[in-house]
């Protein structure tokens, strides 16, 4: 039986068990299961166009299938003699060039479903597209292997279904300090100085008096352990860079969380991409480009490992209103400083062979990033996460 | 009938109900209590909103211009929005409280998404028109509605090239639950609900040439049946009465189902499959009203709200805001995460919606101040203070009347509210603790019991 299988035995065995010290015993064997690395996940939501991402620039039917949208030689930062980076992405070059970027391209999963919700679900749930998860591939690993909410934190308001577990949760928060004086209301402090033992062996009741206690008491961790923390690391002037700032000062507090979430949205590029796409991918690569000189300065690179996503690449062909429509394999950006495979992981999917659809056809699964993830940077077992077996890949 | 098991019930069957509508109530046996309940909801009130200017777009215009196209969506997503607030206003004042309640549970059993409001609003009303009536109506019902012909795309199923996504998730969701057919029953049942295809006006029509009108293999039996076929001979299973009962358990009961129980239920629905007779069993049964019940739910998001709204009733300054609410707490009405629906129970709380629970009363009716005051305390300058500092920051601005309250609870002494507002005997430790709290205002009692996690239950 693993320890926290026992400790959650225990509980159910001993209603003599209290709960300042059910918070204490977690806090004290804090980290002694988990390794000091952690994982950055950021979500390009809507539907990053990944071809126009990651640009085959030479190839005609690329040109062909994009007459107003296709990005060409001069509009490109050049990787080799075929594909290019958008020229939005110079930062992300730059951090190409020190051997800090591994891109995958054609990631995807068999029978790719083409609605966000769907398939962001896909992602975040890590199922097969014929199977409805009810928890996050990030919740199961706090099920598994977690002892606080705040082993997983998401810089957001509301925490998303990736942060959700079958018995524990992540937390979110963009503001630790709003937070934490919610958290600390004079009234809920009375009411769990308060509380009594009955309260947590009652079924439902004692799940909720739990939480609150671990909200309390991650908020309060989150607060304290962050608020000291200040960098003079500059970051572009919008929320996104505001989040991954928020990010950075938490890893660089030492914070003892594993993985961090957040998002970047407005990717549903379905009319009049060209404008909106290059200030989207801008917005991205000055952001990362500031957070990973952050981390550098206080020396917590070396242990950060960023993953990028998208829920689905766009179609191949653009459509009538200078845009591109739903597709599905897309291209996926891992940084971090000591990359086994630095720069493009494997081969752009030719475009002459596309599905029914006029998609991109998947080489790589998802699911593979994460197991490789799992297995070789948070060194826990995958298939305990992913409930399968998913074959491991060489970038890290 | 006593207090306590009035509240229980209505708490389930409805969302609370105020001491002065106990009154009327208290005495009445059981019996007369539950008809009543069911004898107000007799009765369907569709829920309409105004659609006219959606109505008034022909196909031939949609079909040939994407600019109308794009102005039809942009109105349509507009009028969900506004369909969103219909139905929490709805679900606070109906005469109809408990086929209201059986309409949101359908809801989230027969899930769907859609963004034509138009086939929003109708799909709304097959669900509030079938909530009471015969389940084997209800799926044939739902099985042509064009919100589930979209959502499922049955509307993709053609005999050619068939879509077995609806028939997968007919069985696995809506009637017999993981396990109880195989591969091939899916494979064959999805042959009968080929061609099923639905107008711009919303109505069903089969398309001849896709339907599939050759045998199919189904649950032993062969052949040539159409969808409504399939349907049937899903109900001659008794499986199908039990997932049905089970959901029903867990919704209404307990999240921990009791076998005996469930086989009770079982025996009033199999195989007439009469809903109404079924939910009149669950609430006239004793076990029911079993100490073990009463305030072991974790309410829903939509439970929290409708519920603090029926004690302390309160209007949002700006509309919208509901949606929000919504969403921070996890439930947005007509947006369900997938076609599973929301998972309920537990799956609604992790650490940032248990304190946004634990501050909404506080924050939609009294300008997100608790008073800890002590018995004995005179001053107030704390509660000056924060309700100052507050008053800039809330999220939302809103317009609690409580005077409604005051007169509800009129007769209610500030000691014995707790009895009304939370529905299981507190904890000694949280019981001494409000008890040294001072009690010089009802409506300061009434935000502290709604502030504590004993009322996230019912």
């Not at chain 1, 939501?45 to 690329?62: C, E, H, M």
């Not at chain 1, 002892?147 to 503001?175: F, Q, R, V, W």
Request: hydrophobic content about 35%; charged content about 25%; aromatic content about 12%.
């Amino acid at each position: 039986m693993d320890r926290r299988k026992f400790i959650k035995n225990s509980t159910l065995a001993s209603s003599l068990f209290f709960v300042p010290s059910f918070v204490k015993a977690f806090e004290t064997v804090a980290s002694s299961k988990l390794g000091f690395k952690r994982l950055v996940i950021i979500q390009l939501s809507g539907g990053n166009d990944g071809l126009n991402t990651v640009v085959p620039f030479r190839d005609d039917l690329y040109h062909n299938a994009r007459p107003t949208i296709a990005l060409g030689k001069d509009d490109v930062l050049k990787l080799n003699d075929d594909i290019g980076l958008h020229s939005s992405l110079g930062p992300l070059k730059r951090l190409y060039d020190q051997g800090y970027l591994s891109i995958i391209n054609n990631v995807g999963y068999p029978n790719p479903n083409r609605s966000h919700f769907r398939a962001t679900d896909i992602w975040q749930t890590a199922s097969g597209s014929e199977e409805y998860k009810q928890s996050g591939w990030i919740g199961r690993f706090l099920d598994n292997y977690g002892e606080h909410p705040y082993n997983a934190i998401e810089i957001d308001d509301s925490l998303s279904l990736a942060l959700k577990g079958e018995e524990y949760n992540g937390i979110a928060t963009k503001n630790p300090e709003a937070l934490f004086k919610t958290a600390n209301d004079p009234y809920f402090r009375g009411v769990l100085n308060h509380y009594n033992d009955e309260h947590l062996s009652e079924h439902n009741l004692g799940y909720l008096y739990k939480s609150m206690i671990a909200a309390e008491s991650s908020a309060k961790y989150i607060y304290e352990t962050t608020k000291t923390i200040s960098s003079t690391q500059e970051y572009p002037n919008n929320q996104f860079g505001a989040q991954l700032k928020t990010m950075a000062k938490f890893i660089n507090s030492g914070i003892d969380t594993k993985v961090f979430y957040s998002s970047l949205g407005s990717f549903d590029t379905h009319a009049n991409q060209k404008g909106t796409h290059s200030r989207l991918l801008e917005i991205y690569a000055e952001s990362i480009e500031a957070f990973v000189k952050d981390l550098k300065q206080q020396n917590t690179f070396k242990d950060t490992l960023i993953l990028t996503f998208s829920e689905f690449g766009r179609r191949v062909k653009q459509n009538a209103g200078h845009g591109t429509d739903h597709g599905s394999a897309n291209n996926v950006f891992i940084v971090g400083e000591n990359l086994k495979r630095q720069g493009l992981y494997n081969d752009m999917a030719s475009l002459s062979n596309l599905d029914a659809n006029g998609d991109i056809k998947f080489e790589i699964d998802f699911r593979s990033i994460y197991a490789t993830v799992l297995n070789k940077w948070l060194m826990v077992d995958d298939t305990k996460i992913l409930n399968k077996n998913f074959m491991n890949l060489k970038f890290i | 009938m006593n207090q306590k098991h009035i509240l229980h019930l209505y708490w389930r069957a409805g969302f609370g109900i105020t001491p002065k509508q106990i009154e009327q109530l208290i005495g009445k046996t059981k019996t007369q209590v539950v008809d009543t309940l069911f004898r107000q909801s007799s009765k369907t009130t569709p829920l309409v909103i105004d659609l006219i200017e959606l109505e008034s777009f022909s196909v031939d215009r949609l079909k040939k211009s994407k600019s109308t196209r794009i102005d039809f969506n942009k109105i349509s997503r507009e009028k969900i929005l506004e369909f969103n607030g219909a139905w929490m206003q709805r679900l606070t004042n109906t005469n109809e409280l408990l086929r209201e309640k059986m309409t949101l549970f359908w809801a989230n059993h027969f899930v769907v998404k859609e963004d034509n409001a138009v086939f929003v609003q109708q799909y709304n009303n097959v669900l509030r028109q079938h909530a009471l009536g015969n389940f084997g109506d209800f799926v044939k019902a739902i099985s042509k509605e064009p919100a589930m012909i979209k959502y499922l795309n049955t509307k993709q199923n053609r005999k050619q090239s068939p879509n077995e996504n609806f028939a997968r998730e007919l069985m696995e969701l809506f009637t017999l639950g993981t396990g109880h057919y195989t591969e091939q029953d899916i494979k064959q049942s999805a042959k009968a609900f080929t061609g099923y295809n639905h107008d711009f006006e919303g109505d069903f029509n089969l398309r001849q040439r896709q339907h599939d009108t050759g045998f199919k293999y189904f649950f032993g039996k062969a052949g040539k049946y159409d969808g409504d076929d399939i349907i049937d001979i899903i109900l001659e299973q008794k499986q199908c009465a039990k997932f049905i009962c089970e959901k029903v358990y867990k919704y209404f009961v307990n999240d921990r189902v009791n076998s005996v129980h469930i086989e009770q239920m079982v025996n009033q629905f199999y195989p007439n499959y009469n809903i109404e007779k079924l939910m009149r069993f669950v609430f006239s049964s004793d076990w029911f009203y079993a100490e073990e019940h009463i305030g072991s739910k974790i309410k829903s998001p939509v439970e929290l709200i409708v519920g603090i709204n029926n004690t302390v009733p309160f209007k949002l300054k700006n509309e919208r805001d509901s949606l929000k609410i919504q969403r921070v707490l996890g439930q947005v009405l007509l947006s369900p995460p997938n076609v599973a629906g929301w998972k309920g129970g537990r799956s609604w709380i992790d650490s940032n919606t248990i304190m946004i629970r634990l501050r909404l009363a506080s924050v939609l009716l009294n300008n997100a101040f608790i008073s800890s005051k002590e018995d004995g305390d005179f001053v107030d300058a704390y509660k000056q203070r924060l309700l100052k500092r507050n008053k800039n920051k809330l999220p939302f601005q809103t317009d609690a009347k409580w005077s409604v309250f005051e007169s509800n609870f009129s007769k209610t002494k500030v000691n014995n509210l707790k009895e009304y507002i939370i529905q299981q005997p507190l904890n000694n430790g949280t019981l001494s603790y409000l008890n040294n709290l001072n009690k010089s205002s009802k409506q300061d009692v009434c935000i502290q019991l709604m502030s504590l996690p004993e009322y996230q239950m019912c």
